[in-house]
Each structure stands twice: as C-alpha cells, then as structure tokens.
C-alpha cells in the first residue's frame, strides 16, 4: 500500500512539473513577443501607418455601387425569372460583352454579377389564400418552420423579389434596369398568356358593369314597388326584404371585384413586373469601406510570417552546418 502511494505522490509531481513547464514556456513566448515587438516598434509603426493611409486611400477611391430592384412575377413565371437571371450570371463569367450590347447594357465592364432571391413575406404568401395557410400549417407541424419559409419549394411562391447587382460607378436606369427588365420579359410563350388574361379581365370587369346596372334598376324597381305598396298596404314582406339585401350583398362584393381587377390590370400589364427600384448606394458589403482595417492586418501578417521565415531558416541552417 506504501508503496502505491509512493508511486501516485511521484506520478502527480511528474505532472505538477511538466504542467509547470508548459506555463513556463508560455510565459517565455509571451515575454519573447513582446521583446520582439519592441525591437521592431519602429517597423511595425511604419508598417501601420502605411498600411491605414493605403487602406484609407483604397476606401476614399472606391467607386462600387449597390442597386436593388424589386420585382413581382406574373402568370407562373418564377422559375423563368431564376433562369433569366441564371442566364445573365453565365454570359457575365464568359465576359460575353457582345451578348450584353445586344440587350441594351452600358458599360459591361463596371458590371457586377446578378443575383436574385425572394422577400420572404409569410403574410403575403397566406394572405387570401385559405390553400397556402393550410400548407404551411400542414408542413409546419413536419419540421421547422424557418427552414420552410427560407426553402426553394416555398420562397420561389413569395410574390415579391429582389434583383441585386453592383456596378464600378455610377448607373442610370436606362444603361441597367431598362435593358435587364426588357430582356426579362422577352418570352412569347409568357406574352401570349398575358394578352389571354388581360383580355378576360376587361371582359369580366365589363361584364360586372353590366350586371352592377342591372341591379341598380332591380333596386330602384323594388324601391317603387315599395313605396306604392306603403301607400296601400302597411304590410312588409320580409322575403322582399331578404332578396333586397342579397342583391345589395352581391352588389358589394362586384364592386370589390371590380377593383381587384383593376389593380390585377396594373399589376399585371408585364410578364415580370417592376415594383421599385433603387440605384447607386454606396456599397457596405464584404470588405468595402473596410479596407483601411484590412489592410494593416495584412501587412503585419506578411511581416510577421517573413521573420519567421527568416528565423527557420537560420536556425536550420545552424543545425546543418
């Protein structure tokens, strides 16, 4: 038993001392970085300092723009609008300038790649429409939520959509979103449906004009009948009275449809549709604007690794020799 005891006493020592000399050490290799950058103070100052004035000159001269273009597809064409804009990134990694000249782009060079996705609107997806709550509802319960409103199944059916692309200066409506809106509703399969729907929606709305005056008269009908009858009979019939406010009902809900049609026929007068547009923001993504942080990290990183560099070499060159 003494023994055993010995021997755990002499195992934890063992680690007590090699715990010891790890802490040891690391405070040398603290000790030493420091001792090092004091013997290069001078370097690294410079090294900062011409790595913020270059980094702030690279953010002052930087001349990319963010635009954002909101658009809304018309009569199924999601997937068409995806592979339109999947089109433009193609020809634009081909630098198939020519292909951009024919479509009405100016300055192809300064142009960045397009990108698209949904605004996700799960209001907007359910709103009026009784199938979408009880899908959502239904897949809801299978996974999770957030998940299926950012899916492809789902985001590709939100109404509203954003066209994203950067430009190396400034840009007129007419020189990118012009050209890009016609080239995408440049489909003769789609124009052909859009002129079918257009023509049944004026056809419907002028036949609930029709059926909006017809009412009127049977209304006016019923008021005289009315007041005759009040004249000589004080008896109220309660079913005349119950066809009256169907009619009036029905009135109501034709006017209603009137006017979703006429905001179907704004709405829908192009395959796909621009609701906004908003053009030269400075662009804050990714590294612009940042350049005067990144870049003295980079160069203290390259000088960094250039001394220990120098130094392995050295000390292997010591050991061979």
């Given at each position: 038993?003494?023994?055993?005891?010995?021997?755990q006493?002499?195992d934890?020592?063992?680690?007590?001392?090699?715990?010891?000399?790890l802490?040891?050490?690391?405070?040398?290799?603290i000790?030493?970085?420091i001792?090092?950058?004091?013997?290069?103070?001078?370097?690294?100052?410079?090294?900062?300092?011409?790595?913020?004035?270059?980094?702030y000159?690279?953010?002052?001269?930087?001349?990319?723009?963010?635009?954002?273009?909101?658009?809304?597809?018309?009569?199924?064409?999601?997937?068409?609008?995806?592979?339109?804009?999947?089109?433009?990134n193609?020809?634009?990694?081909?630098n198939?300038?020519?292909?951009?000249?024919e479509?009405?782009f100016?300055?192809?060079?300064?142009?960045?790649?397009i990108?698209?996705?949904?605004?996700?609107?799960i209001?907007?997806?359910?709103?009026?429409?009784?199938?979408?709550?009880?899908l959502i509802?239904?897949?809801?319960?299978?996974?999770?939520?957030?998940?299926?409103?950012?899916?492809?199944i789902?985001?590709?059916?939100?109404?509203?959509?954003?066209?994203?692309?950067?430009?190396?200066?400034?840009t007129?409506?007419?020189?990118t979103v012009?050209?890009?809106?016609?080239?995408?509703n440049?489909?003769e399969?789609?124009?052909?449906?859009?002129?079918?729907?257009?023509?049944?929606?004026k056809?419907?709305?002028?036949?609930n004009?029709s059926?909006?005056?017809?009412i009127?008269?049977?209304?006016?009908?019923?008021?005289?009948?009315?007041s005759?009858?009040?004249?000589?009979d004080?008896?109220?019939?309660?079913?005349d009275?119950?066809?009256?406010?169907e009619?009036?009902?029905?009135?109501?809900?034709?006017?209603?449809?009137?006017g979703?049609i006429?905001?179907?026929?704004?709405?829908?007068?192009?395959?796909?549709?621009?609701?906004?547009?908003?053009l030269?923001?400075?662009?804050?993504?990714?590294?612009?604007g940042?350049?005067?942080?990144?870049?003295?990290?980079?160069?203290?990183?390259?000088?960094f690794?250039?001394?220990?560099?120098?130094?392995?070499?050295?000390?292997?060159?010591?050991?061979?020799?």
């Amino acid at each position: 038993m003494s023994t055993n005891s010995q021997d755990q006493e002499i195992d934890l020592g063992q680690v007590f001392q090699k715990i010891n000399g790890l802490f040891q050490s690391l405070v040398d290799k603290i000790f030493d970085g420091i001792l090092f950058i004091k013997r290069n103070s001078i370097y690294i100052g410079l090294i900062l300092i011409i790595g913020l004035g270059l980094g702030y000159y690279m953010d002052k001269t930087n001349k990319t723009y963010a635009h954002e273009i909101i658009v809304t597809p018309n009569y199924g064409s999601v997937d068409y609008l995806y592979s339109k804009i999947a089109l433009l990134n193609a020809k634009k990694i081909e630098n198939d300038t020519l292909f951009f000249k024919e479509l009405g782009f100016k300055n192809i060079k300064k142009l960045g790649s397009i990108k698209i996705e949904p605004i996700i609107d799960i209001y907007k997806f359910i709103d009026g429409n009784p199938e979408n709550f009880e899908l959502i509802k239904l897949m809801a319960e299978e996974g999770d939520i957030t998940k299926i409103m950012e899916g492809d199944i789902t985001s590709k059916n939100y109404p509203y959509h954003l066209i994203t692309f950067s430009t190396n200066g400034n840009t007129e409506k007419k020189n990118t979103v012009e050209p890009l809106l016609k080239f995408l509703n440049d489909s003769e399969y789609f124009s052909v449906i859009k002129e079918q729907y257009l023509e049944n929606q004026k056809i419907k709305l002028t036949a609930n004009d029709s059926i909006i005056k017809q009412i009127d008269k049977l209304v006016e009908g019923f008021s005289k009948s009315a007041s005759s009858a009040s004249r000589t009979d004080k008896m109220v019939y309660i079913s005349d009275n119950n066809q009256i406010n169907e009619i009036i009902t029905t009135k109501n809900n034709l006017i209603k449809d009137q006017g979703d049609i006429k905001i179907s026929l704004l709405n829908s007068n192009q395959i796909i549709k621009e609701v906004s547009a908003t053009l030269n923001v400075k662009a804050t993504k990714g590294l612009n604007g940042k350049m005067k942080f990144v870049v003295p990290v980079v160069f203290l990183f390259l000088f960094f690794a250039f001394i220990f560099l120098k130094n392995f070499y050295q000390n292997q060159s010591a050991k061979r020799n």
